[in-house]
């Protein structure tokens, strides 16, 4: 077992990417926090991890809050006695953000605390926790937007998902640098298109679905496995010379952007 007995918290837990590591992780040996903003979603991946036959425990919370960011952190410490692996992955798109009639600035605003501060104070709150442990791994959910922009004509001149997820990129690497010393490795992760309840809105559009396909030269969108994976590598001992990187699990999108261009 890659994570036997080390202790993680996983934000946006109860479903999509973070629950399917949240899952994978429980199966490799880790003792699993399970967070979402949504209580009976975090319990729900709880049950699972335990009918499997795993540990795992529940904390909800915002991590757009900086109390209940810290709660997440200490209810890890409660559960396990420390604190080793973190998966930075509650996270929102401007199409979800707010109910429809929202202004620009509110929905900016909403994704880039979910997104960016929730990242950065999950962080701060785990830090301390890690260094008293001996060291860690934080793992956060940036995108391949992070990376590129949107094509012409889906609106992502104004969109605050690709700002946000560039933010989340660029934190990491300052933090690896900052951290290298303590013994905590930091990394993101750059997805490409997931079919997660975040795209259902593209997903469940028969041209766009098509669309969004032919960008990935794989010839499929990624499950969320297919990141769930990709963390575990990262939050396992086999990275132990990984830091500051942005892991690319797009299925070729933007190898084919580069070749484009």
Known sequence: MRLKGKSALITGAGSGIGRATAIRFAAEGA??????????????????????????TAAGGDVAQDGDANGMVQAAVDAYGRLDVVVNSAGISARSALPEGASHEAVWDKVMDVNLKGTYLVSWH?????????????????????????????????????AS????????????????SKGIRVNCICPGYVETNMTQ?????????????????????????????????????????????????????????????
């Open 201 to 261: 809105a593209l997903t469940g559009n028969p041209d766009s679905y098509a669309a969004l396909k032919g960008r990935h030269p794989l010839g499929r969108l990624g499950q969320p496995d297919d990141i769930a994976n990709a963390a575990l590598f990262l939050a396992s001992d086999e990275a132990a010379f990984v830091t500051g990187a942005p892991l690319i699990v797009d299925g070729g999108y933007r190898a084919r952007l580069v070749a484009l261009t």
């Open 31 to 56: 003792l699993v926090t399970a967070s979402d903003i949504s209580d009976a979603a975090a319990v729900e991946t709880v049950a699972a991890i335990r009918e499997a036959g795993g540990e795992a």
């Open 165 to 180: 997820k560039g933010g989340v990129l660029q934190f990491t690497r300052n933090l690896a640098i900052d951290m290298a």
């Open 126 to 162: 785990a830090v301390p926790e890690m260094e008293r442990s001996g060291g860690g791994s934080i793992i956060n959910l940036a995108s391949i937007m992070a990376l590129v922009g949107y094509p012409v004509g889906m609106g992502g001149g104004f969109n605050p998902y690709n």
